[in-house]
């Protein structure tokens, strides 16, 4: 069966500053990976995706993510961060069953 | 723009109602999911379907069950709604891997 560890419950980071979200999986074949961000008293946006090849994908609103099969990681990152991308990100990884299995989420705060 | 739509954004009910919620969803999906997010937990898989009258067993099914009598609508109902059933319940759709998911009802169990 597959999981996903999100270690950072929380995370306080400057506007301006750069954001890393980390994301471990586990899975046996090769996964199906996902990000999606959830703004307060909403549904979640899928922000990207990785299913085969480049290893580095791009996302909207300017994120980017980077698939590591030696170490079962699924970073997401942004360079600069907005006081908008205050938000819940989710890590989840899928299966050819089409069910996805999410992270418990990692709250983002963005101080002026 | 494709769209899922939860019938409900807020909900309040009272302990041992029925509970019904509703999802529709306008992309011809044939795999719909509900979901219930609790702070700390995630998301968990209570019920899914790959096709109008499937229905299968997610993580937590327990207190749960769900119909679905056409593709485009899939209901999550609450035989005897409880306080520890209060959460955040999300539906979800899909074609092939990756989900669109609605709003979100936020029930509350009095």
């Known amino acids: 069966a597959q999981s996903v560890t999100q270690p950072d419950i929380h995370i306080t980071v400057s506007e301006g500053a750069s954001l890393e979200l980390r994301c471990n999986y586990s899975?046996?074949?090769?996964?199906?990976l996902f990000w999606y961000v959830q703004s307060p008293g909403q549904g979640l946006q899928l922000l990207l995706k990785?299913?085969?090849?480049?290893?580095l994908v791009q996302g909207i609103k300017g994120f980017e993510a980077e698939f590591k099969r030696s170490q079962s990681s699924f970073n997401l990152r942004k360079p600069s961060v907005h006081w908008s991308d205050a938000a819940e990100y989710f890590c989840a990884v899928g299966a050819s069953d089409y069910k996805l299995s999410f992270g418990a989420g990692t709250t983002v705060t963005v101080r002026a | 723009d494709v769209k899922v739509t939860q019938s409900s954004r807020y909900l309040v009910k009272r302990t041992g109602e029925k509970v019904f919620l509703e999802c529709v969803q306008d992309?011809?999906?044939?795999?719909m999911f509900w979901y219930r997010q609790d702070p700390g937990l995630g998301l968990r898989l209570i019920y899914f379907?790959?096709?109008?009258?499937?229905?299968e067993k997610g993580d937590i099914p327990e207190g749960y069950s769900v119909s679905r009598e056409k593709k485009e609508r899939f209901s999550l109902i609450l035989e005897s709604a409880s306080t520890n059933q209060t959460s955040m319940y999300l539906c979800a759709s899909s074609r092939a891997i990756g989900y669109t998911f609605g709003s979100g009802t936020r029930l509350t169990v009095v």
């Open positions: 899975y046996g074949a090769t996964p199906y």
């Open positions: 379907s790959y096709d109008v009258k499937m229905k």
């Open positions: 990785y299913f085969s090849g480049d290893t």
């Open positions: 992309m011809d999906h044939e795999n």
